[in-house]
Nanobody, 115 residues
Framework: QVQLVESGGGLVQPGGSLTLSCVAS????????MAWYRQVPGKQREMVAR???????NYPDSVKGRFTISRDNAKNTVYLQMNNLKPEDTGVYYC?????????WGQGTQVTVSS
């Protein structure tokens, strides 16, 4: 079983930056994929960043060039660096992974982009 705990959300002005962290309960060294998703009320949860351990990264066009996912295997932590934030980036951000065929999610952290 994998437990994921996110932190780092908050209120930021448009154009600002935030870094989210996701700490896993165990080693992520052997986990193939780690990802960040965003949920906005009334909309489907969408993937905003995904990293495969072989070095492949996926980003949707809406965040490409502004968001960066990275992982620190020694700290069992995955990060999401978000720059040039826009009001439409507002939402609850979830860390996620798949381990042995089971999807795991964190509890989410709120990001609000507003002046």
């Amino acid at each position: 079983q994998v437990q994921l705990v996110e932190s780092g959300g908050g209120l930021v002005q448009p154009g600002g930056s935030l870094t989210l962290s996701c700490v896993a309960s165990g080693s992520i060294l052997g986990i193939n994929v780690m990802a960040w998703y965003r949920q906005v009320p009334g909309k489907q949860r969408e993937m905003v960043a995904r990293h495969f351990k072989d070095g492949i990264y996926n980003y949707p066009d809406s965040v490409k060039g502004r968001f960066t996912i990275s992982r620190d295997n020694a700290k069992n932590t995955v990060y999401l660096q978000m720059n040039n934030l826009k009001p439409e980036d507002t939402g609850v951000y979830y860390c996620a992974t798949n381990w042995l065929g089971i999807n795991y999610w964190g509890q989410g952290t709120q990001v609000t982009v507003s002046s």
